[in-house]
């Protein structure tokens, strides 16, 4: 019993560095616009980021409560040792994904890193069988068709944008738009919250569930405001390169392209937040870009850095996936 709560607590250190970790990394995007059009001054931009994060986090649990039973159900695993150790595994596997990409200025997705760390390390403790299939392709639909979305809606915002404003005078729109850009960011980062927090907590939940702490899916309050002050502590920290990237390496963002960006991904977040499904941030914020640069000007995306990023995208699931594994048969061995 006492190598199973040492083993809880040691789960729940390493959600909170995921967390952290998750702060500066993903949270980058949701200021990298407002930060490029100078809407905002790096400090403020971080402190309005790391407040709206934390106040999104403790205001949802539904997504929470998909990815604690969504990929592989807790209540299905018979011991408690080898649920404890799959968590840990995933958790280690995604913290070592999201160093290696942030080490690269890669806005890779947390998301997909958790969530294929999570299979992999549960096929490999339990097998194929392990999969809650239903939920795991769900989550899988929803972190697809997300960005595309995030790039039509995008565009669509863009060129709305364009058409209101065409008459208006270059200098008062940028002007108006920089003020519309703290608004958004603020909407954009409250948005992150309410989504990329919670998988954190959805995980130390299904720690808490496999180690028989709790006997159903219900979120602790103290989870709740742990994570979200993991999260807007990780903010603090900051996360330029990842800034630098999706604020000026994908487009030339102006203050109109910028809150047309945020306007479009805040939507999809807290929209997919809604009906309880886990997105990637990092893509969908990334998308809106590509899509509100396409509306202006296709030549002016920077198409061979957005392939990059498409790149990592791709690979994230099925490489976090074979880290997961393999940590999960470390783990067991030396545990």
């Avoid at 294929?116 to 769900?138: P, Q, T």
């Avoid at 208006?168 to 603020?186: C, Y």
């Avoid at 900051?238 to 939507?267: C, E, F, Y």
């Amino acid at each position: 019993m006492e190598s199973l709560f040492a083993l809880t607590l040691m789960i729940v250190f390493f959600a909170f560095i995921f967390d952290f970790i998750n702060g500066f990394h993903d949270t980058a995007n949701t200021i990298a616009t407002s930060v490029s059009t100078r809407a905002l001054r790096p400090r403020a931009a971080i402190i309005l980021a790391g407040v709206m994060n934390f106040l999104g986090a403790i205001t949802f649990t539904g997504v929470a409560q998909t990815i604690s039973k969504g990929v592989i159900d807790p209540f299905s695993i018979q011991d408690e040792t080898t649920g404890l150790i799959i968590v840990m595994a995933a958790l280690i596997s995604a913290i070592l994904w999201n160093l290696v990409t942030w080490l690269f200025g890669v806005p890779s997705s947390s998301s997909h890193a958790i969530i294929g760390s999570l299979a992999g390390a549960g096929i490999a403790a339990l097998g194929f069988g392990a999969l809650n299939y239903k939920g795991f392709i769900e989550i899988f639909q929803a972190l697809i068709f997300s960005p595309i979305a995030a790039i039509t809606i995008g565009f669509i915002v863009m060129k709305l944008f364009t058409i209101i404003f065409h008459n208006f005078s270059l200098v008062k729109t940028n002007r108006r738009f920089r003020l519309f850009q703290v608004f958004t960011a603020a909407l954009q980062s409250f948005a992150h919250g309410t989504n990329d927090a919670q998988k954190t907590m959805g995980i130390i939940t299904m720690a808490l569930v496999a180690s028989n702490y709790l006997t159903e899916v219900e979120i602790p309050l103290w989870v709740r405001i742990a994570a979200g002050l993991a999260m807007a502590m990780g903010t603090s920290v900051g996360g330029w390169r990842i800034v630098h990237t999706v604020g000026s390496k994908i487009m030339k963002i102006q203050p109109i392209n910028g809150a047309a960006a945020d306007l479009t991904s805040a939507t999809i977040i807290f929209g997919f937040t809604m009906i309880h499904f886990p997105v990637s941030t990092t893509h969908v914020i990334t998308s809106s870009i590509l899509g509100v640069g396409s509306a202006e000007r296709v030549r002016g995306v920077n198409w061979k850095m957005a392939l990059n990023i498409v790149v990592t995208w791709v690979i994230t699931l099925p490489f976090t996936a074979l880290i997961g594994a393999l940590i999960y048969h470390l783990l067991k061995w030396v545990l």
